[in-house]
């Protein structure tokens, strides 16, 4: 199946999504689990120092996480810098919904932080999917397929096997109030990436 350029979908993804919706509300692109180790699980790192990595160097960053009501997955785009040797700032693309996530969580709010892979991970925050549509259903029905995913090693969370560096953790509710600039505090758990 050819794959139809980042640029050409967004423009009518809202639209195509709603109009499906309203005439069906199948599941047809349900996610695939896979049994095969892909390449960003060939390399674990539990004891995470990102001064020792190319995480600067790894392009763009996607952030996937839980609604923590209904259970729905969400997807952003994301910038990161560096703030120590297992910390992350993150400015997310969807901050208003991840902050409303992470504020109806219990304490933590796990997150993968994902690099390379199909680029449409990384631009989910700025198509108009409805609330009620999970994140890995929409790109499943961009795609028009579905998309092949992996258990994270320390997170309840699935990951698409097609990335090539994943980065685990959470980011926490009593930090908010230090992060008014836009920018949130990611604790990671483990570092994978290809050997």
């Known amino acids: 199946m050819d794959i139809k ?6 423009p009518d993804a809202d639209g195509r999504i709603r109009q499906y919706i309203a005439d069906t509300l199948g599941d047809d ?8 180790q892909p390449a960003c699980h060939h390399s674990v790192k539990y004891n995470v120092d990102f001064n020792q990595t190319s995480i600067a160097e790894a392009g763009s ?43 109806n969580s219990t304490f933590r709010l796990p997150v993968v932080i994902i690099f390379g892979g199909d680029p449409l991970y990384g631009e989910m925050h700025s198509i108009d999917v409805p609330d009620q549509i999970d994140a890995y259903w929409a790109c499943g029905f961009i795609r028009e397929g579905n998309v092949q995913v992996i258990d994270c090693f320390t997170q309840d969370l699935l990951i698409p096997v097609d990335c090539a560096v994943t980065t685990e953790g959470y980011f926490q509710r009593n930090e908010l109030k230090d992060t008014d600039d836009g920018e949130m505090l990611f604790h990671a758990s483990c570092f994978t990436q290809p050997l």
């Open 5 to 10: 350029a980042i640029e050409t979908f967004i």
């Open 61 to 103: 960053a996607a952030l996937i996480w839980k609604e923590p009501v209904k259970g729905l997955y969400r997807m952003s785009g994301a910038s990161l810098r560096i703030c120590s040797k297992d910390t992350l700032m993150v400015k997310a693309g969807a901050a208003e919904k991840l902050r409303n996530d992470l504020l």
């Open 29 to 36: 692109f349900k996610v695939k689990m896979t049994r095969k």
